[in-house]
């Protein structure tokens, strides 16, 4: 027993004294407020306030606008040089492409030296300037985009027009009906289109692509309108409805019900009036028949 009790004392003289916890101690310190009157800003400075806000979001709208130009001439640059290059390629003289290129780069040299900040306006009158030599071969490339597709739509409506024609030369039922006068007026319109357009055809195919287009997309597209528009109402009228002669009508009255519907008198009967006499029941007995 004093073995165990001096082997627990030795272990409580090796443990290390416990901190004493600290008090927390609360005090109170008054904080000083100061008041101060704020004065309302006059009427004079606020419309001062007002007007600077007004100048400076008007300068951010004009340097946006200038910097906008000044983007402009050079996506410009870049977009001609490309396509003169490639699709333009064919639509200008190589004289024409070897001055505009030489232009191009120096417009582009240009902008990242004098021209790096100038006012809206210079850019605005560069990239005119610019366009003034790149929008003709820009509208040759365009014009041989369009004008093929526009001449076989016009061929087309020749066609179906010409077929019509010689359908009512030929006394077709479908187009019997129409007028003379008016399919007169069909085929001169026809043949006067088609005339227009195998010139144009034929002077366009001898006339360089350098060059501007001897009849350009507006007026292929004004001659179909002008085509359809004489041609359509007069090949596009209803046959007229045909009604049965009359004496036909009355025969159909004589001759009553067709297959043993005789005994239901029909709404014929009953339209003819009070003159017609009216069968007693011995009239309307049938005479006996013998029979072998």
């Not at 001096?6 to 901190?19: E, L, N």
């Not at 006059?42 to 130009?69: H, P, S, T, V, W």
């Not at 333009?88 to 191009?104: A, C, G, I, Q």
């Not at 003159?275 to 009239?283: C, G, H």
């Amino acid at each position: 027993m004093e073995t165990s009790q001096a082997g627990s004392k030795d272990k409580k003289m090796d443990q290390p004294p416990q901190a004493k916890k600290a008090k927390v101690k609360t005090s109170t310190v008054d904080l000083p407020i100061e008041n101060q009157l704020l004065w309302q800003i006059d009427r004079e400075m606020l419309n001062l306030y007002i007007e600077n806000e007004g100048k400076m979001i008007m300068q951010d709208k004009l340097e946006k606008e200038r910097n906008d130009a000044k983007n402009a001439v050079e996506e410009y640059v870049y977009e001609m040089r490309d396509k003169l290059s490639g699709e333009y390629e064919k639509f200008v003289s190589e004289d024409d492409r070897n001055s505009f290129t030489l232009k191009l780069e120096d417009t582009e040299n240009w902008l990242y030296e004098d021209g790096e900040d100038q006012p809206k306006q210079v850019y605005v009158d560069k990239l005119a300037e610019l366009k003034n030599l790149g929008q003709p071969i820009k509208i040759r490339f365009q014009e041989s985009e369009e004008r093929p597709k526009l001449f076989e739509e016009l061929g087309k409506q020749i066609q179906q027009y010409m077929k019509i024609i010689s359908s009512f030369k030929n006394k077709e039922d479908q187009y019997d009906h129409l007028d003379a006068a008016d399919m007169t007026k069909v085929e001169k319109s026809t043949n006067e289109a088609m005339e227009w357009m195998n010139n144009k055809l034929n002077l366009q195919n001898k006339q360089s692509l350098t060059m501007d287009p001897v009849v350009k997309s507006k007026e292929i597209e004004a001659k179909i309108k002008e085509l359809t528009s004489t041609c359509s109402p007069i090949i596009s009228k209803p046959k007229p409805k045909v009604e049965p002669p009359k004496e036909e009508q009355k025969n159909a009255e004589q001759n009553g019900p067709v297959d043993g519907q005789g005994d239901n008198p029909g709404p014929q009967a009953a339209e003819q009036g009070t003159d017609t006499a009216v069968p007693s029941d011995s009239d309307k007995k049938l005479p006996e028949m013998d029979i072998d």
